[in-house]
């Protein structure tokens, strides 16, 4: 009788070791859609894509490609890349919106750019699943705006895991101008004053740097994290809404010859000839965050003008759950965006500026399998986001 105990425990334990490591094997996964949009350069009626073992091995027309017979069938009306959000705090702030669980802003120094995300970042949160269920597939989440310079970013997958996510440990070092640090801090009280903080800070940065090379200085945290940025290792997402701040950011980067990301510009449009000049990319702030001087056509004045864009979740410290950039992305549709140039702000512009789009923003042949299917136009309020694919694995089915 203790045999058959054992045998019977053997075979139980290595079949729950089958079926878990089974669980986290990509499954050979066939797409069938009426239109895909696939973000780069085409829109395929009636095709089919193959991905296998978390890549997309083949898209044709269904005409043209045979689906083997092990693969799972998903079928949909409009498939899209998975959605990027290009600026969010999710994993670091929680959906309870309390204190302890909200990670992503550090308020005992106005300037902590050795703040890491990853240190903060917790995939297993409620509204990273929450995310991926409304076809947001990645995310470059971090330090919110609010601090001369508040912390680091990271890119990951919202598909829970904790290492597997990872596409990029520091993908960016944030930093705010004008008079919002001055609510959370007593220094500085003004713009003049931030400006001059975060310039001393870059110069000491630098002269850092020339004593690293001669051997005779300790290591400093907060230097090692300014130089990712001045060494053009990573760009600065410097926040700046209003025009005056948004050329006080432009200042900087020409003065230390950094690469600048323009994060939320509510008034792009007042300084566009200086933002297309200067050749910055942009991730607006959502039209709901009701930032002053904010407008409805700044993305359509932002395409017009060649100027890449993205739109993102962004951060409010009294909402509790992240923002949808489908929504966002919908709205700016509404105000004369093309179809295509809104599904291009959530999609391949946020993957080009935060240069993952070799792997992501994209349906294309040996991209990560990151897919969406719609049963509608995906920028109509009743339409459902019915299945995603993360990775080459069906995360969520059942339209939503």
């Given amino acids: 009788m203790n045999k058959l105990k054992i045998e019977f425990l053997r075979v ?14 990509s499954a050979q996964v066939a797409v069938k859609a009426e239109m895909i949009y696939t973000m780069a350069g085409n829109i ?30 998903v079928e949909g009306k409009i498939v899209t890349p998975g959605l990027i959000d290009a600026h969010s705090v999710v994993g670091l702030a929680g959906i309870y919106n309390r204190d302890q669980d909200q990670d992503q802003l550090e308020k005992s120094d106005p300037i ?18 929450w995310l991926s269920s409304f076809g947001v597939t990645t995310i470059n989440t971090g330090h919110a705006p609010g601090a001369l310079s508040s912390g680091q970013t990271m890119v990951v997958k919202t598909d829970g895991n904790f290492n597997e996510s990872i596409i990029d440990t520091t993908s960016a070092v944030v930093f705010s101008l004008g008079t919002e640090v001055a609510k959370v801090f007593k220094s500085p009280g003004t713009r003049p004053k931030g400006i001059a903080m975060l310039r001393n800070a870059l110069y000491k940065a630098e002269d850092y740097k020339k004593k690293m090379k001669k ?3 300790p290591k400093n945290l907060k230097n090692e994290a300014f130089l990712l940025v001045l060494d053009k290792k990573v760009p600065a997402i410097i926040t700046a809404n209003t025009a005056v701040d948004i050329l006080g950011a432009i200042r900087l980067a020409k003065e230390f010859n950094f690469d600048l990301i323009l994060d ?30 904010i407008s ?10 060649g100027i890449v864009f993205a739109i993102q979740s962004g951060y409010e410290s009294y909402v509790p759950k992240t923002r949808n950039v489908l929504f966002e992305a919908a709205i700016a549709a509404s105000n004369g965006l093309t179809f295509e140039e809104a599904l291009a702000a959530i999609t391949i512009s946020p ?32 339409s459902h986001v019915c299945s995603v694919i993360l990775n080459g694995k069906i995360v969520h089915t059942g339209c939503k």
């Fill in 12 to 25: 139980f334990f290595l079949l729950s070791i089958f079926l878990l490591s089974t669980n986290f094997i």
């Fill in 264 to 293: 939320g510009a509510a008034e792009s449009y007042l300084v566009i000839k200086e933002i297309k000049a200067a050749g910055i990319p942009i991730i607006l702030h959502p039209m709901m965050a009701r930032t002053k001087n």
């Fill in 351 to 382: 993957s080009k500026i935060l240069k993952i789009d070799s792997n992501v923003g994209s349906i294309e042949v040996g991209k990560d399998a990151d897919i969406v299917v719609f049963d509608e136009d995906p920028f109509e309020y009743t």
């Fill in 112 to 129: 902590q750019p050795e703040l890491r995300a990853i240190d903060a970042f917790n995939p297993k949160e409620k509204l990273v699943s």
């Fill in 296 to 305: 409805y056509e700044t993305p359509k004045l932002l395409a017009e003008n």
């Fill in 44 to 73: 395929l009626e009636n095709g089919i894509i193959l991905c296998e073992n978390g890549k997309i091995t083949e898209i044709g027309k269904a005409d043209e490609i045979s689906i083997p017979p092990d693969y799972q069938i």
């Fill in 215 to 217: 051997g005779d200085t």
